[in-house]
């Protein structure tokens, strides 16, 4: 949609919404992209695809209501909508709409040399099956995307913003008899290498083949950024949040200004780190910013939106974000970021762990969690030595982060995190 008819659009809709409620705000949602896959080693036709949505909040007298449509035709019926679902919700407190504020600066997250072009993508699947032809693993598919979108949001307060991002990513999936090897690559910006991607995934499946039982015991491990993310992205985000704190369902309920982690360790929610979710402004049009959650393991802050903050009688921590433009803001974390002190982490023995099977089943709110380990190797003066067959890992997430001997000098995007390896002191593995 051309700048001056979103323009035009968005007026329209704050416009004839000042006639049914207090406040209203306005979210459109552009994106386009191109992929294509792998079906082992064949490369079909890439493809394009095209989205739009326009996400729609009222508030009249502390009741909100939300609606969607995906077409811009149909904004009457979307705003009529949430009207009517702001008219069957209770009451709450409520502060009202952002009002425009100066904004952080951040580095660009939007690529000019992204361009949506199916040789690209195509070429991308074929680089990754080279780097797969490194190791003695055969491939069982892949992709490659790469698109461009566009966000606006704007509200009857003033505030009317624009952000642009792009995004590029490739995975693939090999195998060597009964082991399996994956790996991806992602990153708003032209920075992926897509043979390193293919040569790792099939490095795994090729090594894990003659892997060897491991007896029942305490380990020293080391987390790969993928399976730190796993973890903390089931258990530390949501008990982070602000909603589940005072609802009483976080470990981390009425602990600030305690050391809950390791000493050496301090988290944080970066918006300005570059990486896909980096931005100036969260999805209600909150100035966003650096929050640290940690520092030196004491917890120091909550994550809110505005409607929890209003709730609680706290501040918005610029923390809303919006998986499209259908349904609520939520609260969530724009770039998760740990920090300490930098070191090797697979100098010494320890058991590397690529990858986690079951992480989604850990308990939000206790932490708890029991994962069977995917990839793990043993490591040593920073090499793979012999894999391991198979093994479980379960423990708390809390207790994990308090165990963390050392952080990596490396980081990696995993998502919206960005995270180093890191090394745990004596860790109970189940073995044989």
Known sequence: MRWWVAMDLIEEILRAGEKQADEVEVYISEAESVSADLKRTHVETASGSKGFGIGIRVIAGGRIGVSSTGSPRDW???????????????????GGLPSPAALPPVPPIRDPRVAL????????????????????????????????SRIRIANTSGVLYEQERTSVGCSIECINERSTGYEFDASPYLEIDPRRTGERAAFFAEHGAVGEEIESGNYDLVLSPVALTQLLSHVLEPALSGRNVHAGRSWLAGKLGEECIGENLSIMDDPSRKAPG??????????????????????EAYAYDLRTAYRYGQESSGSAVRGGPGGAPSIGIHTLVIDGRRDTVDDDPAVYV??????????????????????????????????????????????LLSSVAAIDRDERIVGTAVLPRVRLNSQHIIGK
């Open 354 to 399: 690529h990858d986690l099977i079951g992480a989604h089943t850990a308990n939000p709110i206790t932490g708890d969690f029991s994962v069977e380990l995917s990839n793990a190797s043993w490591v040593a003066d920073g090499e793979f030595e012999t894999p391991v067959r198979s093994a479980m890992f379960a423990g708390n997430v809390f207790d």
């Open 76 to 94: 009457r019926a979307c705003l009529d909508a949430a009207c009517a679902s702001a008219r069957l919700a209770h009451p709450q407190e409520w």
């Open 278 to 299: 980096s931005t100036r402004f969260d999805a209600e049009g909150v100035p966003a910013r650096r929050i640290t959650f940690f520092d030196g393991g004491v917890l």
């Open 117 to 148: 072009d199916p040789a690209w993508a195509r070429n991308v699947l074929e680089e990754m099956l080279e780097g797969a032809g490194e190791h003695d693993a055969a491939v069982t598919g892949g992709s490659a995307s790469a698109s461009q």
